[in-house]
């Protein structure tokens, strides 16, 4: 199994910033892909970032020249740093990792998630 475990949600004012980290565990796995999503209250949840073991990154319109993604593979860890912040960035955010493993041709694994609060 793969765990994912996300930190450095919170509050934050309005054109704040704040940086979220994911890292994942376990063992005989690897990760092709890793991602951010979220989720806010009433609403479904949607994809914000996605970064590939080659580094290449993907973002939703609504955060494009905000948030960065980047991932340290050797840490199998991926960051989202949250900048310009918005009210309607609130949300739960969600880790995500797909890849392959010895014990599945592939996988996707969620984390918990982490509750980012834009306020002022």
């Known amino acids: 199994q793969v765990q994912l475990v996300e930190s450095g949600g919170g509050l934050a004012q309005p054109e704040g910033s704040l940086r979220l980290s994911c890292a994942a565990s376990?063992?005989?796995?690897?990760?092709?892909?890793m991602g951010w999503y979220r989720q806010a209250p009433g609403k479904q949840r949607e994809l914000v970032a996605t970064i590939t073991d080659g580094g290449s990154a993907n973002y939703a319109d609504s955060v494009k020249g905000r948030f960065t993604i980047s991932r340290d593979n050797a840490k199998n860890t991926v960051y989202l740093q949250m900048s310009s912040l918005k009210p309607e960035d609130t949300a739960v955010y969600y880790c995500?990792?797909?890849?392959?493993?010895?014990?599945?041709?592939?996988?996707?694994?969620w984390g918990q998630g982490t509750q980012v609060t834009v306020s002022s």
């Open positions: 995500k990792a797909e890849g392959s493993a010895v014990w599945a041709k592939s996988f996707a694994s």
């Open positions: 376990g063992s005989g796995f690897s990760i092709n892909a």
